[in-house]
């Protein structure tokens, strides 16, 4: 019922920034928390940052907390990943999620997501 397009990724050398976009098309208009995830080869997938629907509340990784940045504009239907100072083990396929939840609720749990988009390669170069 939605469907995800991620875009924005790309090769930056270290100490660089990116910013991810995800535009979200089909039936949007019932409350969606989104997050972004991403994965490295031969690692597991991991939690970057999650919004919740409203956009009150975000979530990060510890790893990209400080550097990296969420955010939403609903009239577009897109979501942000704003990369900030980043490092050769940012390296992944970023991946853009979203799952049906109440107003204030984000999710750090790839598992819970039930809409995912193709992903988009962002490599870091030291």
């Known amino acids: 019922q939605v469907q995800l397009e991620e875009s924005g990724g790309g090769l930056v050398q270290a100490g660089g920034s990116l910013r991810l976009s995800c535009v979200a098309s089909?039936?949007?208009?019932?409350?969606?928390?989104m997050g972004w995830f991403r994965q490295a080869p031969g690692k597991e997938r991991e939690f970057v940052a999650s919004i919740s629907p409203n956009g009150g509340t975000t979530g990060y990784n510890e790893s990209v907390k400080g550097r990296f940045t969420v955010s939403r504009d609903n009239a577009e239907n897109t979501v942000y990943l704003q990369m900030n100072s980043l490092k050769p083990e940012d390296t992944a396929v970023y991946y853009c999620g979203a799952v049906r939840r109440q107003l204030h609720t984000i999710v750090v749990v790839a598992a819970q997501y039930e809409y995912w988009g193709q992903g988009t390669q962002v490599t870091v170069s030291s």
């Open positions: 089909g039936r949007t208009d019932s409350s969606y928390a």
